[in-house]
């Protein structure tokens, strides 16, 4: 089994106002279009962008981001009108998650409910 990464994904969806269509073109661009009054002049539809940012660990940068795109799902979901959902994710390099651990131990004082952990 290959060895889990930390990876940061960014997550995206799109909640179109309900008179709209969204199309997204094969060369990645998304068109949004008038649906149902086609040829109408004028008009203000609004688009509602969905942006979510999560952690997390995966075995390699596609399963991070597969696992990104069920997220993005779950948070957005197509039963309450949101569509084209995206996930982007990097790899959270070793030193910098070494340097948030150091900066978090440092910081860190217990709660006084909390028991004593040895750091």
Do not use: C
């Amino acid at each position: 089994m290959e060895k889990e990464k930390l990876y940061a994904v960014a997550i995206f969806a799109l909640k179109p106002d309900p008179e709209q269509t969204v199309i997204q073109k094969p060369d990645g661009r998304i068109i949004t279009s008038n649906s149902t009054r086609a040829g109408s002049a004028g008009g203000t539809y609004e688009t509602t962008p969905g942006v979510g940012v999560t952690a997390l660990l995966a075995a390699s940068l596609e399963l991070a981001v597969e696992a990104g795109l069920r997220e993005a799902h779950a948070m957005f979901p197509e039963s309450e009108g949101w569509q084209l959902h995206f996930a982007n994710a990097v790899e959270i390099d070793h030193s910098a998650i070494l340097d948030a651990a150091n900066s978090i131990t440092k910081d860190y004082q217990p709660k006084p409910d909390e028991p004593e952990r040895e750091m």
